[in-house]
């Protein structure tokens, strides 16, 4: 990474999957390119929030947990997302709130235990170069981030230098429910009538399990096999959420990192609001599918933005 800073954390323990990322890179489908982008974009917006950043600054996204970082220079941090277990110079410290760092200070995650994915921010954000406009990571296109890799021991993470900071916390009773057990609310797309009743109401009223199969990517669930009346389609532009019915009847969600066309037909879209939780949940969740209109999705869209807005962090102690 380029870059004339002085004020960085040296990586000593990567973690299992840790990446670089901001609100996402639109505008770049025609070129094959995804969106990227959190993978809950709700734990995203709050890190950020924490520590006054601006929604669009690039943050850390640890997947399941396992970084460690020396911080060479003082700043502030936030940490929201995962139940996952947080140390500094080795003493416990809660997450969904900001931290002051000194320098030579140790932070550590532990490995999640509800939910599989933490959001570090940093005040103003992580210094990274932007490539089509984000610095969101996408490793399968080697795009984004450090080299469009997954961070690596003896990485510099830079930051601009931070004068002490408020230190905010978002109280107990805002912080999101991660659970392994999901209802999860579907905006039925046009393809949905090439599915007929018997098929939509064994897949409405059945549950399902996260496979093996899942990643930023997507989630391959396995349950009641469905099937469409569509053989065959051309590919065609697949948006965040969407969920497609391979030959196989096993439903794939999917997400943030998905292919930017796909040929299966597709039942619907999950919810934004409810993807976010999805992609908080692991191999073996149970999630059952209920279905709504989109004038209804609008609706909780709005509602859950103006429950944000009007949710204001407290302060506190150091």
Not at 245 to 272: A, C, E, H, M, N
Request: overall charge neutral; charged content about 15%.
């Amino acid at each position: 990474m380029n870059n004339s800073s002085t004020s960085h954390f040296e990586v000593v323990q990567p973690g299992i999957l840790t990446t670089f990322q901001d609100l996402g890179r639109y505008g770049h489908s025609h070129l094959g390119l995804t969106s990227g982008g959190p993978a809950d974009k709700q734990a995203y917006l709050w890190a950020n929030r924490l520590l006054n950043n601006l929604e669009h600054c690039p943050v850390l996204e640890v997947n399941f947990g396992g970084l460690k970082l020396i911080a060479k220079t003082a700043t502030t941090i936030a940490v929201t997302g995962a139940n996952t277990p947080l140390t500094i110079n080795g003493v416990v410290k809660e997450t969904w709130r900001s931290h002051q760092i000194n320098c030579g200070d140790d932070i550590e995650f532990g490995y999640a235990t509800i939910g599989c994915r933490t959001y570090l921010a940093v005040f103003e954000g992580f210094v990274v170069e932007p490539q089509f406009n984000s610095v969101s990571t996408v490793i399968r296109e080697t795009i984004g981030g450090i080299n469009g890799r997954a961070l690596t021991a003896g990485d510099l993470l830079f930051y601009k230098p931070t004068p002490k900071q408020t230190l905010y916390a978002l109280n107990a009773k805002d912080i999101p429910d991660y659970t392994d057990a999901l209802i999860v609310q579907v905006v039925t797309g046009y393809q949905h009538a090439s599915f007929d009743r018997v098929e939509l109401a064994k897949f409405f009223s059945n549950e399902y399990q996260i496979s093996d199969q899942c990643n930023r990517m997507g989630y391959r669930l396995t349950g009641p096999a469905i099937q469409s009346g569509i053989s065959q389609m051309l590919s065609e532009g697949i948006c965040k959420g969407a969920i497609q019915i391979p030959p196989d009847g096993q439903p794939i969600v999917l997400s943030v990192d998905r292919q930017t066309i796909g040929g299966y037909p597709k039942i619907g879209s999950v919810l934004s609001l409810d993807l976010d939780l999805v992609m908080q949940s692991s191999q073996g969740a149970k999630i059952s599918f209920e279905p709504i209109s989109i004038h209804y999705a609008h609706t909780l869209l709005h509602l859950a933005k103006a429950k944000y807005t009007e949710t204001k962090p407290i302060k506190v102690a150091k």
